[in-house]
């Protein structure tokens, strides 16, 4: 069974629309660490968050927002106001802490149309 | 300079030339990992270095040899590569290799093609 599963595949937002870009994830551990990462086109993975299991109080950075629930599993992301240079696909992951790698979804492809 | 750098940035090979993927991290960091990303499948883990010693192999066929030489530096040696070897294969590191509790931070890919 696959640990993060994020199941938008694509997207497609006109410039300056919110956007929530959904990740559900599945684990026994009680302690966990979930993140996101952001791949342009050029390829590398920029580091975007990571939260740890027991702490739940959303984050915001930016245009860029955070939605842990423990109680559904999810760790959604939102973009507010998105702009074009948010078009890249963007992965979700779970580690957990008895565990020795990430978990990550298969991805989401974002594009903001101008 | 970001931090962790990858050459080549692409490959195109056949399958019965030998190649070498290199990866350089400077951020001071002691793990070093090799990932594989296929179309449409999430990123595959392939090996796990700790202060240079492997402590991860992800049931990677033989094909692919990794080496690493010291805590900055990381291969990754091909030959006799399969055309469903062609993906991106992503180098990251993170400070002390304690699994997932550390953030890793990835190099930008070199993007291989097997003929």
């Known amino acids: 069974a696959q640990k993060v599963t994020q199941a938008q595949t694509e997207i497609s937002v006109v410039e300056k629309e919110d956007v929530t870009l959904d990740c559900v994830y599945e684990?026994?551990?009680?302690?966990?660490?979930l993140f996101w990462y952001k791949q342009p086109p050029s390829g590398e993975l920029v580091f975007l968050i990571r939260r740890n299991s027991f702490d739940e109080q959303n984050e915001i950075s930016g245009r860029y927002s955070w939605n842990f629930q423990k109680s559904t599993s999810s760790f959604n992301f939102t973009i507010t106001a998105s702009q074009v240079v948010d078009s890249a696909v963007y992965f979700c992951?779970?580690?957990?802490?008895?565990?020795?790698?990430?978990?990550f979804g298969t991805g989401t492809s974002l594009t903001v149309i101008p | 300079e970001t931090g962790v750098t990858q050459t080549p940035r692409h490959l195109v090979m056949g399958m019965t030339n030998k190649k070498s993927l290199k990866c350089e991290q400077h951020l001071g960091h002691n793990a070093m990992y090799w990932y594989k990303q296929s179309a449409k499948k999430p990123l595959e883990l392939m090996f796990v270095y700790n202060f240079k010693e492997q402590t991860e192999n992800n049931s990677v066929p033989s094909r692919f040899s990794p080496e690493c030489p010291n805590s900055s530096h990381l291969f990754l040696h091909l030959h006799t590569l399969q055309p469903e070897d062609s993906a991106l294969y992503l180098c990251a590191s993170s400070q002390e290799g304690v699994g997932g509790r550390e953030t890793q931070y990835f190099g930008p890919g070199t993007r291989l093609l097997v003929l």
């Open positions: 992951a779970l580690s957990e802490y008895t565990g020795n790698q990430f978990y």
């Open positions: 684990t026994r551990d009680t302690t966990y660490y």
